[in-house]
């Protein structure tokens, strides 16, 4: 991790699997159809003063396409808020045959290297 970076939460992982949930909602489905496995995705969390706060999962593009489950937004996004670095990429992705909250998993690598090596900047 980064000089700075907090520490992940007491039994929180550092490295996780997730699907993304809330996909078809306001068109963000119509994305899913230009992803592929592998590709990254960028973790937004909601800004401050959200009743139930949330962390998004967006395209490069910066197009939302879903967000984390809310027993992962609960801890993630106050580790992001604080300074926490991630990087994400797509490990599945699934069309409309697919139960909404299974259409997208992805994997989360909390310390800003993914799999590619590469950083990821965090909205």
């Not at 699997?17 to 973790?43: K, Q």
Request: hydrophobic letters at 35%; proline letters at 11%; charged letters at 20%.
């Amino acid at each position: 991790m980064s000089p700075g970076v907090p520490p992940l939460p007491k039994g929180c992982p550092r490295r996780f699997r997730a699907t993304v949930h809330g996909t078809v909602f306001a068109g963000r489905d119509r994305h899913l159809s230009g992803m592929h496995p592998g590709d990254r995705v960028v973790l937004v969390p909601d800004p401050p003063g959200q009743t139930d706060p949330e962390v998004w999962v967006h395209l490069e593009s910066g197009d939302p396409v879903g967000h984390l489950p809310p027993e992962i937004s609960s801890w993630l996004w106050r580790w992001l808020r604080c300074g926490g670095e991630v990087s994400a990429v797509a490990l599945s992705v699934h069309g409309s045959d697919t139960p909404s909250w299974r259409r997208l998993l992805v994997e989360v690598h909390c310390g800003g290297v993914a799999a590619t090596g590469r950083a990821v900047e965090v909205g």
